[in-house]
């Protein structure tokens, strides 16, 4: 069993920031794929920012130079800076994880309120 659990999420003013956090956590030999998805009310869930194994980082559009993404693979967790927040960074921020070997999980999903 693997366990992807978020924190860091809660309200903030626009301009301000927040550090979500994602550590993974049971049976890992090696995880190949870590990011961060979003899902505002209404809307459907989005690619924010992603880290693969090898290779180099995607984000969306709308948070280029602002989010930053990290990991630290000897902690199995996945790390989301978001700076200058805006309130249509409002939603629900989930976890992705894929292991070697194919097997995905989610978090329980971070909620982040952005008022203005």
């Known amino acids: 069993q693997v366990q992807v659990v978020e924190s860091g999420g809660g309200l903030v003013q626009a301009g301000g920031s927040l550090r979500l956090s994602c550590a993974a956590s049971g049976s890992i030999f090696s995880i190949n794929f870590m990011g961060w998805y979003r899902q505002a009310p209404g809307k459907q869930r989005e690619l924010v920012a992603v880290?693969?194994?090898?290779?180099?980082?995607t984000y969306v559009d709308s948070v280029k130079g602002r989010f930053t993404i990290s990991r630290d693979d000897a902690k199995n967790t996945v790390y989301l800076q978001m700076n200058s927040l805006k309130p249509e960074d409002t939603a629900v921020y989930y976890c992705?994880?894929?292991?070697?070997?194919?097997?995905?999980?989610w978090g329980q999903g971070t909620q982040v309120t952005v008022s203005s």
């Open positions: 880290m693969p194994s090898g290779s180099s980082t």
């Open positions: 992705h994880v894929i292991l070697n070997g194919g097997y995905q999980y």
